[in-house]
């Protein structure tokens, strides 16, 4: 009887109170628990690979496609979460920098309307 261990480090979920949270540091944070959860999915499937081509009885590699499958469908769930917040934090980030100006003045090119120094016409009459 072969015995397969399975351990996942621990996951921390993110809080509503991180999402308040701005600048550069979030989006690394979101990012890097991202990349942790997709390796430990890979690392998981790996895992269930191994389970189905092992000497178990088929009822414990049963048990542990089980097991492990909860698991990368709980990973899954938290993927989705954090792919939510980022694309959420995008969009905001987005808003933000279109409503930077007077929200009732549209941006005009220079130009067009305000000549430029370069783009001055002198009308002689």
Same mark, same amino acid.
């Given at each position: 009887?072969?015995? =397969?261990? %399975?351990?996942?480090?621990?996951? +921390?979920? +993110? +809080?509503? &109170?991180?999402?308040?949270?701005?600048?550069?540091? $979030?989006? $690394?944070? #979101? +990012?890097?628990? %991202?990349?942790?959860?997709?390796?430990?999915?890979? !690392? *998981?499937?790996? /895992?269930?690979?191994?389970?189905?081509?092992?000497?178990?009885?088929?009822?414990?590699?049963?048990?542990?496609?089980?097991? %492990?499958?909860? /698991? %990368?469908?709980?990973?899954?769930?938290? *993927? &989705?979460? *954090?792919?939510?917040?980022?694309?959420?934090?995008?969009? !905001?980030?987005?808003?933000? $920098?279109?409503?930077?100006?007077?929200? $009732?003045?549209? !941006? #005009?090119?220079?130009?067009?309307?305000?000549?430029?120094?370069?783009?001055?016409?002198?009308?002689? =009459?």
């Amino acid at each position: 009887m072969t015995t =397969i261990a %399975i351990s996942t480090p621990g996951v +921390s979920q +993110s +809080s509503g &109170a991180s999402s308040s949270s701005s600048g550069s540091d $979030s989006d $690394s944070d #979101v +990012s890097s628990q %991202i990349s942790r959860l997709t390796n430990q999915i890979t !690392k *998981l499937q790996q /895992q269930l690979k191994d389970v189905t081509n092992s000497d178990s009885s088929a009822e414990e590699k049963q048990k542990q496609q089980e097991q %492990i499958q909860g /698991q %990368i469908e709980m990973l899954q769930a938290q *993927l &989705a979460q *954090l792919q939510r917040q980022q694309a959420e934090e995008a969009a !905001k980030k987005q808003q933000n $920098s279109n409503s930077s100006g007077n929200p $009732s003045d549209p !941006k #005009v090119a220079d130009g067009v309307n305000r000549p430029t120094a370069e783009n001055q016409i002198n009308v002689y =009459i």
